[in-house]
């Protein structure tokens, strides 16, 4: 089985910064997509950042300019550098990956357990 852990969560004024990283453990042959999710109580999830099959990023809109996604391939990790944060920003924030476990094992979503981040105005 696989799991993302993810720490970098906290709480942080208004235009200050904060990176959370996400590190898979345990079978891991595979990755296809990394990325991030937040929500928030009552609203729905939504994509912040993440890595496509292909190597290429998708942002929110809402992420754009202020938000950057980056990984290191040797640990499997991805990061989420987050400046010029906003209160708008706070929410639960989910590390999302599609992983296969080795060959001939199709690939699974995994979800992290989140992290909480709290932007004060």
């Known amino acids: 089985q696989v799991q993302l852990v993810e720490s970098g969560g906290g709480l942080v004024q208004a235009g200050g910064s904060l990176r959370l990283s996400c590190a898979p453990s345990?079978?891991?042959?595979?990755?296809?997509?990394m990325g991030w999710y937040r929500q928030t109580p009552g609203k729905q999830r939504e994509l912040v950042a993440a890595?496509?099959?292909?190597?290429?990023?998708n942002y929110a809109d809402s992420a754009k300019g202020r938000f950057t996604i980056s990984r290191d391939n040797a640990k499997n990790t991805v990061y989420l550098q987050m400046n010029s944060l906003k209160p708008e920003d706070t929410a639960v924030y989910y590390c999302?990956?599609?992983?296969?476990?080795?060959?001939?094992?199709?690939?699974?979503?995994?979800w992290g357990q989140g992290t909480q981040v709290t932007v004060s105005s």
């Open positions: 999302n990956a599609r992983i296969s476990s080795g060959m001939g094992y199709k690939m699974r979503d995994y």
């Open positions: 345990g079978s891991i042959f595979s990755i296809n997509t």
């Open positions: 890595f496509t099959s292909s190597g290429s990023t």
